[in-house]
């Protein structure tokens, strides 16, 4: 059971571009190795960690555990195919062949939704991945005050870009009042 959710969390991890060693300082291990022992099953990992694995990860703890409806009526893995496409290897399962196959009986308008709904969840994912790997930059830096200890607790919140306002004109006065705010 272990190895299976080592297998997982080293797929997800892989899969968000994140290293061993990133993981293990958002979680709050030693080092790598720990890591490295979990995702191949030689160390057992306590169930509350599970919980912290799968917000480290961007996921959550059914995935982890592989609770989803094939593996609990299962009892031998899910089936699967392998490609090989333009000289790429592929694997594919039978609900992704079943996605397939629906994706094709779809008119154009349809495939466009779809593949448009996929270009944004690919973008979603790979900026999930970009701002976990700000917020484990941000906690391995020494210098971080108070207000940023507090923003890593709330990623939400980490603003990601900031712009001047070109529709009023910015007087001495309101230059000044910002100034004093952003000083405190």
């Not at 299976?4 to 968000?16: L, S």
């Not at 599970?50 to 480290?56: D, G, H, K, L, M």
């Not at 031998?76 to 196959?101: A, M, Q, R, W």
């Not at 919140?157 to 007087?171: F, G, M, N, Q, W």
Request: zero cysteines.
């Amino acid at each position: 059971m272990m190895a299976h959710i080592g297998k997982r969390i080293k797929e997800k991890r892989e899969a968000i571009g994140m290293t061993q060693e990133e993981l293990a300082i958002a979680l709050g291990y030693k080092n790598k190795s720990t890591i490295a022992k979990i995702e191949n099953g030689t160390n057992d990992i306590v169930q509350s960690k599970v919980v912290e694995f799968a917000n480290a990860l961007s996921t959550t703890v059914p995935y982890l555990m592989s609770w989803d409806e094939e593996d609990l009526t299962q009892t031998t893995p899910v089936e699967t195919f392998g490609l090989n496409i333009l000289g790429t290897d592929f694997t594919i399962n039978p609900s992704e062949i079943e996605h397939i196959k629906k994706y094709r009986s779809l008119d154009s308008y349809g495939q466009e939704t779809v593949s448009y709904l996929l270009e944004r969840e690919t973008a979603r994912v790979k900026e999930i991945a970009k701002q976990e790997k700000r917020i484990i930059k941000l906690k391995t830096e020494t210098h971080t005050s108070e207000k940023e200890q507090a923003l890593l607790k709330k990623p939400h919140l980490i603003p990601r870009a900031s712009h001047e306002r070109t529709d009023l004109k910015v007087t001495k006065e309101m230059k000044d009042f910002d100034d004093a705010f952003f000083d405190e």
